[in-house]
Every structure is written in structure tokens, then in C-alpha cells.
């Protein structure tokens, strides 16, 4: 019976994929993949391979070792952009004297959601909304936290830094990812204290809004995500072409930022990056064709 | 005419592709990607994304960061393993006076294949060791500096350390790969001082024999690639599972080296790191279905 339940379901759920597949700019939304019987290259590499593992520890030592070099400063400025202003143009809210704390988001960049992904990888599916949600309630124990995350926020903690939430993950579901963040080692979290969900602002699934709320308490030194929708929205700005939006983060009066304030952790499966023509990702200028050609026999 | 013989080559080219796919652990052989009209999800976040060209510039400014303090320390030992050492009871090399040096793979570690990988996609093809090699010999100009790069790479060498490449392009195509190398604006290298390459030692595609042809020279103070056999070749044993490989690069021994010595660049794209199955990418722990199944109304 229970066989037949989920056959069923994974029928549903497979007819719910012929939704329109516009991908919206959220952190959850995961990227349409073909049925497989094995997980993408993307998902082979970001969740299985040496490589990203030993990537993501390089990562996190550098985060826990600016934070501590920063944190010993006791600087004027954070690295959270002022309202209204824009990466080409920016200002930065300045520390008055607050608490310092570091901001992170938490999909793929605290944890990685390995029981929703191999769920939704074993269906077949991409991403269906509905099975997200019940992962955020009831997902804790499922997802683990990210290699090297543990020891750098312990560092970061002893260094006398805040650690802070910040993931678009639901309000309504504050319980659940309390859970899961508590259950992944990453420690115990607090809706609208040290961690803030969509729904908190007004901004949708935009995080600059509650930027600011932290900032009201405290003065951000780094923001560490997976997408740059965890360091700046205009960076997300809709209008933005894929050459554009790389062009936009080698503003000079950022640039210098990355790594050094604002981190990003590689995500190859999902999220705003991950989009593109042959066009889009492959310049004019590095078109190639093999000249093999031209010495194949001739079709008959 | 042209347009036909293109069809014709598409053609021959995918019969190719009903050839075994055991994947070799070779840096050049890249995974099969069923025919698309776009790139896949690894494409376009690895050569697309301004994630992908934050995280490459995080990483080489932490790379020359730490060579420059490794460089001044006048160190006594390098980070080439010693012949018949592993990383769990690792030695090391001593640097015994000799000149500085670094290591750096080639392909998707100094330079993005760009032609060479919009050229397979534009054909549905994953690889073709014919075109490959072609793309060795003809590829100058169309491969691109990774983001960071360059920067990077001046800094090394002001701080009087050797850049050499160690990459698994064929030694026949030495020319064309110098040539490739200099477009790109990594520099002069010359095949045997500063370019070492497949066919130069006798283990193949392994580099083992390479680093320590380069350590008669040189005191190797980093190594860098994208794949773990740019580090040792230990961890391409073909005996070790997806787990295995992970957890050799825990061995306590060595695992402080990661970031401190040893580099890793994300590649989800190709190479022996992307692999596995669901059973080998998600822990039996993190299992988890949905609970919304159980919701759902029963089929009629």
C-alpha cells in the first residue's frame, strides 16, 4: 500500500513540473533537472566530491580568519550597503559603538539539504514548493552543516562576534529551521533575534530589508552566502544580463569587499547563478571550432 | 556546404559518444552531458555566474596571501609529498636552499577552456579526445585567465616565487599549450623548466613523477588545481569510494594543509570529483521522505 502511495504521489508531482518554470530570485528554488538515475554533475560534485569539501574548509578558515583580524580592529564601518545605494556607488552603515556579529545565510552556504535534495533528485524533480515547505518544517536531523562551518563559527564566536541568520526559508516555518540549524551543530537560533526568515520585511525574498533590522542592533563585519542576493539585492536586480551582473560585482568601490567582508561558498545546483544561454556564458570572442573537421572523410 | 559538413560531424561525433564511458581520472576528460540547447547547471555557474567569479577571486587573493607569508618564512620543508609517503603518514620534501616555487594545474585552474567547452556543448557532446587534442594545438587566444588570476599570479612572482604548470596536456602539444598559457596572459613557460606535462614522467596521467622532477629544482611551496591529483596522486587511488576519497582528505596529518599549502579551485564541470550515485552522495542518515504524502488525496 505504501508502495503504491508514493507512486502515485511521484506522479503528481511530476505532473506539478509542467507548472511554468520561470525561476524566481529565492534561495530555495531549485533549478528544474531532468529524471535521472544518478544525481547532477553539480549535486555529484557540491555534495560528494573531496574537491568541494576541501573548497568549502579552505572557505571557512579564510571567513573565521578575516572575521578575527576584524573584530580585533574595532571597525568604524560594516560591510551592510546603505539604503538606496548601489555596489557601483556605495555606502556602508557605520558601527556606532554596536555589537559585532556576522551574517550568513543558511541553504548551501550553513548547511547542505541533503535529505530535500536526494528527495527531490530521486523523484526526478527539480523543486516543488509544497515539499520544500514540509522540509522546512520537518527536515532538522536531515541536513548536515557544511564542512568547515563548525570550526569557523566556533572561532568567530570566540572572537566575540554575533552569529546571524539570515535565509529566505519562511517566518511561518521559524520553528522548523530553529530545529534544523539546532540539529546540524550550527546552534540555537531565535526568530527575530539572531535569526530572520522571509516575511520578516517587507522585501519578499529580498534580504535588504532585514539587513537593516540586524543593523539596528548590531554592526555586520561579514555577510557569507551562496548567492549575492545574501550580500546586496541590487546585485539581483531583475534588468541585469548574466555579463552584467558579474561586471557589477567588479564595481572598484567594491571589489576590493570579496573575501574580504563579503564571501560567497560555491553552489552550483541552484539559485540565481545558475542560468544562462551558450551565448550568455561563452563570449563571442573565445568562439572556437575544432579544424579536426575538415579532415573527416566526406559523407557519401 | 559548410552547414552540411557540420551536420555530418555532429552526427559522427555522437556515434563516438556509444563508446565505453568509463570516466579516466584524466584533468582533460570531461563528463558526458546529454545534448542540450543550453549549457548545463555546472556551466553556467562555473563560466556564467558572478558567484563563480567572486568565489575564483577569493580564492587566488587567499592563494597569493599565502604565498607571499610562506615566501618571507624562508621554510624548510616544501608541501610535495615524498615519494611513497601517503596523506595518512605523510612526509614532505625538504626545501634543502633550493628557489621557491608553485604548482598550478592548467585546465580549469589557471584557464577556462571557454572555446574547447562551448564547442562540445554547441555539439550535445560531454568530450572527444580527437577534438581535445586538436583544442590543445589550436586553442591560443580562445582559453581565458579564471577571475583572480592574473593578480594573483603577479604577486607570486614579485615575492620571488617560480610559477610552473603541471597539467595532463600531452607533451607532443607542448607548443600549443605554451602558446595557449602566453594568450591567456599567465605567462612564458618553457616544456621541461616551467611547463611540465603528460608523457614527461612515466605514471601517465598521475603527477607524482612530474612534482618530483620539479622538486629537484625547486621547493614546491603550493600546490594548486581543481582536482585532488593536482595535489597527490593518492587520492585517485581507483580503489577508493566517493566516502573514502573525502575522508582521506581528513587524515590528520594533512589536514591543516588544505588552504595552507594545498588549493582547491571549484570545477563541478568535469573531472574525477563529480561522481556517485544517490546512495553514494546522501548518507543513509539524511534520509527523508515528505510527510505531505500521507496529506495528499488518495488516487480514486
Redesign the interface.
Known amino acids: 500500500m505504501k508502495q503504491?502511495?508514493?507512486v502515485?504521489?511521484v506522479a503528481?508531482l511530476a505532473a506539478c513540473q509542467t507548472a511554468p518554470v520561470q525561476t524566481p530570485v529565492t534561495e530555495a528554488h531549485v533549478?528544474a533537472?531532468?529524471a535521472s538515475?544518478?544525481?547532477?554533475?553539480?549535486?555529484?560534485?557540491?555534495?560528494?566530491?573531496?574537491?568541494?569539501?576541501?573548497?568549502m574548509?579552505?572557505?571557512w578558515?579564510?571567513i573565521a580568519d578575516y572575521v578575527e583580524a576584524k573584530a580585533a580592529e574595532a571597525p568604524t564601518y560594516g560591510v551592510v550597503l546603505a539604503p538606496d545605494n548601489s555596489p557601483v556607488q556605495p555606502g556602508f552603515l557605520a558601527c556606532e559603538g554596536k555589537p559585532l556579529a556576522a551574517v550568513f545565510d543558511a541553504d548551501e552556504t550553513l548547511i547542505w539539504n541533503?535529505?530535500?535534495?536526494?528527495?527531490f533528485?530521486?523523484m526526478g524533480i527539480g523543486f516543488d514548493p509544497?515539499?520544500w515547505d514540509?522540509?522546512e518544517k520537518?527536515?532538522a536531523g536531515?541536513?548536515?552543516a557544511i564542512p568547515g562551518a563548525l570550526d569557523a563559527l566556533t572561532r568567530i564566536r570566540e572572537a566575540g562576534v554575533t552569529v546571524i541568520v539570515n535565509t529566505n526559508r519562511a517566518a511561518e516555518n521559524a520553528t522548523g529551521t530553529e530545529a534544523t540549524l539546532k540539529a546540524a551543530g550550527i546552534g540555537e537560533f531565535s526568530h527575530g533575534s539572531t535569526l530572520f526568515l522571509r516575511g520578516d520585511a517587507p522585501d519578499g525574498s529580498g534580504k535588504d530589508g532585514r539587513r537593516m533590522m540586524i543593523s539596528e542592533n548590531y554592526c555586520v563585519i561579514a555577510l557569507v552566502g551562496?548567492?549575492?542576493g545574501d550580500i546586496a539585492d541590487p546585485?539581483n536586480e531583475k534588468t541585469l544580463g548574466?555579463l552584467d551582473?558579474?561586471v557589477?560585482?567588479?564595481a572598484p568601490a567594491i571589489?576590493g569587499l570579496?573575501?574580504?567582508g563579503?564571501?560567497?561558498?560555491?553552489?552550483?545546483?541552484?539559485?540565481p547563478?545558475?542560468?544562462?544561454?551558450?551565448d550568455?556564458?561563452?563570449?563571442e570572442a573565445?568562439?572556437?571550432?575544432?579544424?579536426?573537421?575538415?579532415e573527416?572523410p566526406?559523407?557519401n
Not at 114 to 119: E, F, H, Q, V
Not at 280 to 283: E, G, L, S
Open positions: 503504491i502511495m508514493s502515485a504521489f503528481l533549478v533537472a531532468a538515475t544518478e544525481p547532477s554533475g553539480g549535486q555529484q560534485w557540491l555534495f560528494g566530491s573531496a574537491e568541494s569539501s576541501v573548497v574548509r579552505q572557505t578558515a579564510t541533503l535529505g530535500s535534495m536526494a528527495a533528485g530521486r509544497a515539499i514540509d522540509w520537518t527536515g536531515k541536513a548536515v551562496d548567492q549575492l546585485f548574466v551582473r558579474k557589477l560585482t567588479e571589489s570579496w573575501g574580504n563579503w564571501f560567497v561558498l560555491p553552489n552550483p545546483v541552484y539559485g547563478s545558475i542560468r544562462g544561454d551558450f550568455d556564458i561563452y563570449p573565445t568562439h572556437w571550432a575544432p579544424s579536426a573537421a575538415s573527416l566526406a559523407a
